[in-house]
């Protein structure tokens, strides 16, 4: 693991400046400290701001670059640049990738900055990842994963720096809710966000409630069963105040990606 962070602080040290995408979940955190560690004024953070992403994942990512003491900044993107994405097919990530390391490309240009940095790390190679290819293809750079740095490692070493975020759970987008080719809307985003939070309010870090039109999947870590048996009612209230007609808890628990598993690659 040491070998492998001091190829990524050789790596970042190397470079004139750069842009960091900033998410506030633990890659990205740590990417962020060592970058402005090493850079100081010639590391700058950016973060997105859309219906994708809760409004407490955005709050989550400016207490982060604060903390830090980085530049940052908030790139809106609204639902009409959001329109390929919520056509919803498996090329989803991807075209979602494109249009957001584009215009985090025009930022770094605006501010004159060479290197745009991304927070992947060396697990993201085990799951359906199209949007890998378009950070390839838009010259974004992903020194964690090319370090060979796993979560776990990533979760020791922000403990080290002293990140508060070394234990968050892993965060993704509220688009990867839905069964591909079912169409996303700004509307069932934030009916997903609305259903999340009452999750997240007793106190279950780890969830995700899928889409599956007028039913709603729950998948929690099997510790947190309990918590949903033992507060069915106000989840079942806050679900069908949503438009749920049927609300589920799926046996095998939270899996990173379960709408990937039907998918023939």
Known sequence: MDKKLAHVLSNIKAMDNVLIA??????????????????????????????????????QAKQVAKSIGIDHIILELDETDLKMIFENDERRCYHCKKLIFERIKK?????????????SNADDHYDYRPGTKALDELGILSPLKDAGLAKQEIRILSKEYGLKTSDLPSFACLASRFPYHNKISKEKLHQIERCEEQLRKLG????????????A???????D????????EIIIKTFKKEGFQYITLDLQGYRSGSLNEGLHL
């Open 225 to 232: 069963f309990q918590v949903i048996i033992d507060n069915k």
């Open 107 to 119: 930022v770094a240009e605006s501010y004159q900055i060479k290197h745009i940095l991304d927070g």
């Open 217 to 223: 999947r729950i998948e929690v870590g099997k510790k």
């Open 204 to 215: 279950i870090k780890q969830y995700r409630v899928r889409y599956h039109d007028e039913i």
């Open 22 to 59: 900033l998410s506030g979940g633990v890659d990205s955190a740590f990417l962020t400290k060592i970058s402005h560690d090493l850079l100081n004024g010639k590391a700058v953070a950016i973060t997105i701001a859309s219906p994708m992403h809760p409004q407490w994942e955005l709050e």
